[in-house]
């Protein structure tokens, strides 16, 4: 596999394009195929099995296309249906929860955990912080209005403050020292979930360790890439005009003409 060919990721939507833009600041010689299950969004109200199917055909797609490894830059599909495709993938594979999971418990010790519904039913971050460290304790909170707000284009003003406001209710007397963001699309609201909880609370978002490591392994299979100008793919399964525009205004000039991929079974579930 050569070096220069690029790390593939996936989401059902928007959110994954945080941990593309972390790929971009870490590991600037990378090129990259980013695939949008749009079609799809949201994945956090889905089955185990719709979202494993889902996810393997995504994945395929990716390999097809010959990315050297993935990020499954999506927590719910990393909570449930990674440790399934890890033994199913012939390339190096790495997801976000334990990336999440170190980074929060490296000083935190009352850590909130904000996800979609099928995220925090798996308890995949409680497990992980355990393994970690028993000490601390782990407060789960499922916000299930937050990936329909923010695929709507909505992140920030006053009526996005009051949505997270109400998504963040159950954590604000928990007295947090540490909050992960257990959602891709959710540091592109991280300024009004911080204005929210004050300076207190620590705010992780997992990509930042999750791409950290992601280049620890591709420097140990010596498949660093070396290009001065990477070349970039995006793909969705719903409409790419409106994926290009909002994506436009999250990354910048980076983001390049987006393709449509169809997938099976691409009925939305209303947003
Ligand atoms: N951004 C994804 C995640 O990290 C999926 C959100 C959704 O589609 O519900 O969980």
Do not use: A, E, K
């Given at each position: 596999m050569p070096s220069n060919a690029p790390i593939g990721l996936y989401d059902?939507?928007?959110?994954g394009l945080s941990v593309v833009r972390e790929v971009l600041r870490q590991l600037p010689h990378e090129s990259h195929t980013y695939i949008g299950d749009t079609a799809r969004?949201?994945?956090?109200?889905?089955?185990p099995e719709e979202l494993l199917a889902f996810n393997r055909e995504i994945l395929d797609l990716l390999l097809q296309s010959g990315v050297k490894a993935v990020v499954v830059a999506c927590n719910t599909s990393s909570a449930v249906a990674l440790p399934v495709l890890d033994a199913e993938c012939p390339v190096p594979i790495i997801g976000l929860i334990e990336a999440g999971a170190r980074a929060a418990v490296e000083g935190g010790q009352r850590i909130g955990v904000i996800a979609t519904e099928a995220t925090i039913r798996s308890r995949a971050h409680v497990r992980a912080i355990e393994d970690l460290d028993v000490a601390c304790q782990v407060f789960p909170t499922a916000c299930p209005q937050l990936v329909p707000m923010i695929e709507s284009g909505l992140w920030e003003g006053p009526k996005a403050e009051a949505i997270v406001f109400e998504s963040l209710a159950p954590l604000l007397d928990a007295k947090l020292d540490t909050l992960i963001l257990g959602c891709t699309h959710y540091p592109f609201v991280r300024q009004v979930i911080s204005d929210i909880l004050g300076p207190s609370v620590r705010l992780v978002d997992p990509a930042e360790e999750a791409v950290r490591v992601l280049g620890d392994i591709l420097a140990a299979h010596d498949l660093l890439a070396d290009q001065a100008i990477p070349r970039h793919r995006m793909l969705v399964s719903g409409d790419p005009i409106t994926f290009y525009q909002q994506a436009h205004l999250l990354l910048?000039?980076?983001?390049?003409a987006v393709e449509h991929v169809p997938v099976a079974n691409a009925l939305p579930i209303a947003l």
């Open positions: 059902s939507g928007l959110g969004v949201p994945y956090g109200g889905r089955s910048g000039d980076v983001v390049p």
